[in-house]
T-cell receptor
Framework: QKEVEQDPGPLSVPEGAIVSLNCTYS??????FMWYRQYSRKGPELLMY????GNKEDGRFTAQVDKSSKYISLFIRDSQPSDSATYLC???????????FGKGTTLSVSS | GAGVSQSPSNKVTEKGKDVELRCDPI?????LYWYRQSLGQGLEFLIY????????KSGLPSDRFSAERTGGSVSTLTIQRTQQEDSAVYLC???????????FGSGTRLTVV
């Protein structure tokens, strides 16, 4: 079992839809959780960063962490064609350790 | 510079040759990371530098891979005697410290023929 599991998709939705992206993990020691967005032939860019459990909102994006279920989510409201990209979850045990990434979910938003 | 710069952006090399990949992190960022991204495999951690500490080399897949970081800034990833399975995008990232997210470069796409 990999440490971080993420459904690769692809996920296709119409413009304006609410998108839910998820990752599960196996090690309860993870404390820091991030979501990155990667456009084709570009490096990943940081979208959301949360510590421990709870929710964090930034514009149309909401990140949720449920440590009891070892499950993290990214919600995108009012999705736009420009949101079409690969979304990677990432996590680490403590500050000073390298991030462990999921394989990414490819999202396509059609206009 | 404004972002993390990697060179070359593309590299085609013959099997058995050595290659060097370069990363210029954001000025002032103390942490630097190398990852490898293969189709369908996600991002695989390779090596991590933090300030003057000994690097975390735990992700290097074999002794053909090595990296150095000179003067706490520029880093070079070297792959000796390249193999076809080394073909991937090699991504470099830097961060302002150990408790921050990463800023990635656009990567070097390595193709071994």
């Amino acid at each position: 079992q990999k440490e971080v599991e993420q459904d690769p998709g692809p996920l296709s939705v119409p413009e304006g839809a609410i998108v839910s992206l998820n990752c599960t993990y196996s090690n309860s020691a993870f404390q820091y959780f991030m979501w990155y967005r990667q456009y084709s032939r570009k490096g990943p860019e940081l979208l959301m960063y949360t510590y421990s459990s709870g929710n964090k909102e930034d514009g149309r994006f909401t990140a949720q962490v449920d440590k009891s279920s070892k499950y993290i989510s990214l919600f995108i409201r009012d999705s736009q064609p420009s949101d079409s990209a690969t979304y990677l979850c990432a996590m680490r045990y403590q500050a000073g350790t390298a991030l462990i990434f999921g394989k990414g979910t490819t999202l396509s938003v059609s206009s | 510079g404004a972002g993390v710069s990697q060179s070359p952006s593309n590299k085609v090399t013959e099997k058995g040759k050595d290659v060097e990949l370069r990363c210029d992190p954001i000025s002032g960022h103390t942490a630097l990371y190398w990852y490898r991204q293969s189709l369908g495999q996600g991002l695989e951690f390779l090596i991590y530098f933090q300030g003057n500490s000994a690097p975390d080399k735990s992700g290097l897949p074999s002794d053909r891979f090595s990296a150095e970081r000179t003067g706490g800034s520029v880093s070079t990833l070297t792959i000796q005697r390249t193999q076809q399975e080394d073909s991937a995008v090699y991504l470099c990232a830097s961060s302002a410290g150990t408790d921050y997210g990463y800023t990635f470069g656009s990567g070097t796409r390595l193709t071994v023929v």
